[in-house]
């Protein structure tokens, strides 16, 4: 078909070499086939006078482009002449490498001199534009603006690919006359390298210039597209990285005003080239080349789809064998300050680095694989490294670079891969590596490194490109921990063994982010990352914390100084008793008299010990309802201590009424010592007072109600109030007396009345749950009498039975399980067993008041040993409820929510495994199926001892007809 169409546009050649020139174009590369039909004439022109004439011609008509954009051409008219010229230089390089009468140096410098053409005529043209706009007085010279670009990578070093991207940093001297005192003149030269960067860009009908990439400048991801070389120099020397150095070795002038260029450049050569090196600088270059184990794609050198560059044995490799020599040793000698790979090798054999035939083998196998990477470009003009992954492919490749057989190309390939390989293994190799688990970690530069990616998604990273940006920005130093030279080399040794733990954590995605809310508040790096470095098992419980305990890792975000405590043997001993952390937490808030102050402090002592229960929950050293109680604790102590200072403030304004009189009832988990890292707070407020007295005594006095309320308020405010410090706790207060209808405090006349006359079932059975928090001793014992009372009176068992399973049956209708992990709604979960203890207990407690306990599974132990239910229900019960109540206080651990939001299809695989092994259970489905049995027994027994007799008594459920009005 190809020559189908050359021959409409021109006669077949008769000389049987360029026929075979033109086989092997239209054979292998459709992008060159398209090119040479578009112009035979200019490939005819071509073969016979030859890739040198023809490059010269087009050198002169890039000079002449020039040349127009100074006399004023607009930059859209020089992109398309350059455009046009790009087509044309690619196909005159093509056939001189396809036909072998270049050398590589010689095809890639011819590519890397039409780049800076490029980019002189469009730079010129761009700058006269905005001195057009008057934005800046050039005269006709745009030189004066001080704008320079410097070339990077193969750019640079004259080393362009065929299909190369160009790698650019963008910089002006703000000295210079023609700008000096411009406050402007960085905003109107980033609109300059946006344009710069489109025209270079695009594409259009004539193809395109050259991609062009610009995050090579310095610390690009907070940086301006241009920035003054002032600037890129207090960069470099505060912050610069040594990845950084190795970059600006091949950093070379190449359009604008060079002079600004090697001005900077020389100010530079202290930052790059250094001539003592310390032992930690030393050894963060060595981690450069550790790091770029990463890039040894796949792990094996191989064929079929093998990266030639970034592949173990590639192109990278063989340029990094060069650099990180380059960054040791060409500070005390200026021979091996080179750009070019080769010669840069060739020096280094040159000064004993290198033996010579080291050099040699490296050389060959840059230049072979050199010519296989642009073999593969050449097929379609794509930026790609990667052989075909099938044998057809591979072979297509194998003509192209004009070997007999695939096989032949498979060996020569294979035996150049393997040399580089070794040599580059020897590179260092006394140094200890800092690969990943999975082999590969590479966070140097900007862009994301393919190993490196399927390393991180190997570690279980779901988002591995946001992973490996986060990483990089720690590098870049915009943290204060980061910020030193010294902290980065430590966190580039612990990054391995970070991104390990990170990845085997309940959910490492969202750890990592927690652990970069961690760095940005830490005040220096060194310090902590020395300790890291002494002390993995720290490293692994703060991994843990991150990825296990979201809640955990904000209060540590927020109190990084939390960390020495847990260096403490004291952090992982038990908590000390109720009263006592409310004597500790008394004499801390006794310290501050400014009610924010109070507050603050407040949240930090209560925080910080739900901190350390939630570790020592994480690392199974206290079961999770030894946990339950202690968080139960901290809660009561927190309420005891805030309401005496909530109290003694609001006196100082109100007065009070002979001392205090306020009593705090808690139901619920905190009632039955049961809370988890999540749980809120159900309370009620009753207050007693003496007869006779209608006010407070204080200079604004209230009314009992008035006061009452306020004060309550006032205390549900400083226990539910986000500070800087975080939050305390959420406050429920349904459960009082008519419910959100009544009062927020109730005198204690009131609540004995309201449960006498008026409360319906559903009450008293939460208040088989009251515990009575804090008040004065007079008050707590009256108020757990009445609760008492209210418990033991005589009930119509019919009527008790009728309303409890009608309750039941009303949650189930109108607040059904969210899921197989909505645990309290589940049928045959905690509200089921929670039914049969409270019915039992109301049906009971009559004649025998010393069944009644706060914690429903010691309800049933004593029901039991009463006789009031058999043994086996009860073990089966309390067992389920165990099970349930364990896990339950797990997921809220590491989801810091509700449980019911728990899906086991999208959570990840450490999360799963952390929930699994807290109950034994070999995997999550082996635990869904156990708590499944469980749930279907319990659900039976509460349909035996609570449903059957409803119904018996009259009952009907629902969804059979109307139920129970109580």
């Known amino acids: ?76 008219a020089i992109a398309t002449t350059l455009r046009r010229l790009k087509r044309r230089v690619a196909l005159a390089v093509a056939v001189a490498d396809i036909a072998e009468v270049w050398a590589l140096e010689k095809i890639t410098g011819a590519l890397s001199d039409f780049a800076s053409g490029c980019l002189d005529a469009l730079t010129d043209s761009i700058l006269l534009q905005l001195a057009r706009d008057a934005r800046i007085d050039l005269g006709s010279d745009p030189e004066a ?65 050259f991609r062009t990439d610009l995050r090579l400048r ?22 610069g990285q040594n990845w950084e150095r190795a970059a600006m070795i091949k950093a070379h002038p190449v359009a604008g005003n060079r002079a600004v260029g090697a001005a900077f450049l020389a100010d530079m050569r202290p930052y790059i080239w250094r001539k003592h090196l310390d032992f930690a600088a030393i050894h963060d270059i060595h981690s450069i080349k550790r790091q770029i184990d990463a890039h040894r794609g796949g792990g094996t050198v191989k064929v079929f789809g093998h990266n030639v560059k970034l592949g173990r044995g590639g192109i990278r490799e063989i340029e990094f064998f060069a650099q990180t020599q380059q960054l040791i040793f060409g500070g005390r000698d200026p021979s091996l300050r080179l750009r070019g790979t080769c010669e840069t090798i060739r020096a280094l054999s040159a000064t004993g680095h290198v033996t010579p035939a080291a050099a040699g083998e490296l050389i060959e196998a840059y230049e072979f694989l050199r010519r296989v990477e642009h073999r593969l470009q050449m097929v379609d003009d794509r930026q790609t490294h990667s052989l075909p992954a099938d044998e057809a492919g591979v072979a297509a490749i194998a003509t192209f670079l004009g070997y007999p057989d695939s096989a032949a190309f498979q060996q020569a390939l294979l035996d150049r891969l393997r040399c580089v390989e070794g040599h580059y293994a020897k590179l260092f190799e006394e140094a200890p590596s800092l690969a990943g688990p999975g082999g590969n970690l590479v966070f140097t530069g900007t862009d994301d490194d393919p190993g490196t990616l399927e390393s991180l998604r190997d570690m279980s990273f779901r988002d591995p490109s946001a992973a490996a940006g986060i990483v990089r920005r720690w590098h870049h130093g915009r943290y204060r921990a980061t910020a030193t030279a010294r902290a980065r080399e430590l966190l580039t040794e612990l990054m391995p063994g970070l991104l390990k733990e990170l990845g085997t954590t309940a959910a490492p995605d969202q750890a990592l982010l927690n652990f970069d809310l961690f760095l940005a508040n830490l005040p220096a790096g060194v310090q902590l990352f020395s300790l890291f470095k002494a002390n993995p098992a720290l490293l692994e419980l703060l991994a843990t914390i991150m990825g296990s305990a979201p809640g955990l890792a904000a209060h540590l975000a927020r109190r990084t100084l939390l960390l020495d405590s847990v260096l403490s043997p004291d952090f992982y001993r038990p908590l000390p008793s109720a009263p006592e952390m409310t004597a500790d937490l008394a004499a801390v808030l006794a310290k501050v008299d400014h009610e924010q102050d109070i507050l603050d402090l407040a949240r ?46 609001f006196a100082d304004t109100h007065g009070g009424f002979r001392g205090q009189r306020l009593a705090v009832l808690g139901l619920g988990k905190l009632g039955s010592r049961e809370m988890s890292a999540t749980s809120d707070l159900d309370l009620i407020f009753v207050y007693d007072i003496p007869s006779g007295l ?36 959420e406050v429920d207060m349904r459960l009082r007396p ?9 005198s204690l006349e009131g609540f004995e009345t309201y449960h006498a006359q008026s409360a319906w079932t559903w009450e008293h059975m939460a208040l088989t749950r009251a515990r009575v928090i804090h008040g004065p001793p007079g008050l707590v014992d009256r108020l757990a009498d009445i609760v008492k009372t209210t418990l033991c009176r005589p009930r119509d068992a019919e009527a008790l ?47 025998r008041p010393d069944v009644l306990a706060p914690h429903p599974a010691e309800m049933l132990r004593r029901m039991a040993d009463a006789g009031m239910i058999e043994r086996g229900d009860v073990e089966r019960l309390r067992a389920t409820r165990t099970l349930l109540s364990d896990v339950q206080s797990l997921l809220r651990l590491t989801l810091n929510g509700d449980e019911a939001a728990f899906d086991e299809t999208k959570a990840p695989e450490g999360q799963q495994r952390l929930i699994a092994a807290t109950e034994g259970a070999s995997d999550l489905p082996a635990l869904q199926a156990r708590i499944a049995a469980e749930a279907e027994a319990v659900r039976a027994i509460y349909e035996r001892i609570v449903e059957a007799p409803a119904r018996a008594a009259g009952w009907t459920p629902r969804r059979e007809g109307k139920g129970s009005e109580r």
């Open 694 to 729: 209608e006010a407070s005594d204080g200079p604004q006095p209230l009314s009992p109600i008035q006061y009452y309320t306020r004060l309550s308020q006032k205390i549900v405010t400083a226990l539910t109030a986000h500070t800087n410090e975080g939050a305390l706790y």
């Open 145 to 209: 603006a001080a704008f320079t670009v410097l070339g990077m990578g193969k750019l640079g070093a004259g080393e362009l690919n065929y299909s190369s991207d160009i790698d650019l940093i963008l910089l002006y001297d703000r000295d210079a006359p023609a700008i000096t005192g411009n406050d402007q003149m960085g905003r109107h030269f980033v609109r300059c390298a946006r344009l710069l960067v489109q025209l270079m860009s695009e594409t259009s009908a004539d193809g395109y210039i």
């Open 1 to 76: 078909m190809a020559w189908t169409r050359w021959t409409e546009k021109a006669q077949r050649p008769s000389d049987p070499a360029e026929v075979a020139l033109l086989d092997a174009l239209f054979g292998n590369s459709p992008y060159l086939t398209e090119t040479a039909l578009q112009n035979p004439v200019f490939v005819t022109d071509l073969w016979r006078q030859g890739p040198e004439t023809i490059l010269a011609e087009l050198a002169g008509k890039l000079r002449a482009a020039r040349a127009a954009a100074r006399d004023g051409a607009l930059p859209e």
């Open 738 to 746: 008519s419910g959100r209808a009544g009062p927020l405090a109730n």
């Open 218 to 239: 310095p610390d690009p991801g907070s940086t301006p597209l241009v920035m003054s070389v002032q600037a890129a120099e207090l960069y470099y020397e505060s912050v």
């Open 801 to 847: 039975v009728r309303d409890v399973a009608d309750m039941r049956d009303r949650i189930a209708q109108h607040a059904p399980a969210k899921s197989a992990w909505d645990f309290k709604h589940l049928p045959g979960g905690l509200f089921d067993i929670d039914f049969v203890a409270q019915y039992l207990a109301l049906r009971h407690a009559g004649a």
């Open 604 to 649: 930090r002592w209560a925080n910080d010990r739900r901190f350390q229960i939630g570790v020592q929950q994480l690392k199974h050293i206290v079961r999770p309802a030894q946990a339950g109680l202690a968080y139960s604790d901290v809660a009561a102590a927190t309420i005891s201590a805030l309401c005496d200072r909530v109290e003694q403030r």
